[in-house]
């Protein structure tokens, strides 16, 4: 895909930066949104000039606001959603408040940018979604985190079905990749990659067909697999692997 217009919501930090520095590097014309607006005003002058636009997922009026702000400008040629937050723990130790933060944010935010995004993007765009390996099956310790997670797949099996052909909706699910959500991990990640190697592994997919792009594959396909074998084998391997 050559110089496309891109909204990345999520783009303050992490693949979401990777994102927007690597499609800037295509001639991308960039909006980028999140919550930190001066994370996103210094990113927008690194991609040479993008338009800023924070908001709060878990408000979504504010992305009602930014969508109003960017009707009657040129249509997307992709909206990509990356915003989530993420709290590792087990499961007596959670936070109440911070497990509805994750639920508005990885879940009813994702479910609000899939019912105010779409008539921004032209006719065979992409509206690619966030979900996780973390949503193949629930893992020990990211309890609300997994749970949300295979939420969000299943939300873009269901639009990628429900918006065709008009919008081309895209399911990410990465592996392990360092970024200060992964920062909270306090084991060894496997076949960890940086937000760069992960913000072209998401642009190689895009300009494929598949609907759902996932990497590295060596990570990916082993949970896929584990997530195929009969629960009292996949719960036994994952009690010796949590
Ligand atoms: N890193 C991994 O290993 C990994 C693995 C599988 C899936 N993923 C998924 O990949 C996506 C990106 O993850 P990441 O590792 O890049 O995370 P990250 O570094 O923590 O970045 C998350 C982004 O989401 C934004 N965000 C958080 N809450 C928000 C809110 N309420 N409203 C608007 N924006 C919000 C953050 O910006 P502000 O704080 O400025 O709002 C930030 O730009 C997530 O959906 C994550 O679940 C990551």
Not at 19 to 32: I, K, N, P, S, Y
Not at 80 to 99: H, I, K, M, Q, S
Not at 202 to 217: D, M, S, T, Y
């Amino acid at each position: 895909m050559t110089a496309p217009r891109v909204w990345i919501i999520g783009a303050s930090a992490g693949i979401g930066a990777a994102l927007a520095r690597a499609w800037a590097a295509r001639g991308a014309d960039l909006v980028l949104s999140a919550r930190d607006g001066a994370a996103l005003d210094a990113l927008a002058a690194e991609c040479g000039g993008a338009r800023v636009l924070p908001l709060d997922l878990a408000q979504p009026e504010t992305l009602a606001a930014a969508c109003a702000e960017l009707r009657g400008a040129a249509p997307f040629d992709v909206i990509a959603c990356t915003a989530a937050l993420y709290d590792p723990g087990r499961v007596a130790d959670l936070d109440p408040e911070r497990v509805e933060a994750m639920v508005r944010v990885n879940l009813l935010g994702t479910l609000a940018v899939a019912r105010l995004c779409p008539p921004l993007i032209r006719d065979g765009g992409q509206l690619v979604l966030f979900g996780s390996v973390a949503g193949y099956l629930g893992l020990p310790g990211g309890q609300p985190y997994s749970a949300t997670k295979a939420a969000v797949n299943n939300l873009a099996e269901s639009l990628a079905v429900e918006l065709a052909p008009r919008v081309n909706v895209r399911l990410v699910c990465p592996g392990f990749v360092a970024t200060r959500l992964t920062a909270k991990n306090r084991f060894a990640m496997p076949a960890i990659l940086t937000p760069d190697q992960a913000a072209e592994a998401v642009l190689r997919g895009l300009a494929g067909r598949a609907f759902e792009i996932h990497f590295p594959r060596r990570f990916t396909l082993a949970i896929k697999l584990l997530r195929l074998l009969p629960y009292a084998l996949s719960l036994r391997l994952l009690r010796r692997l949590g």
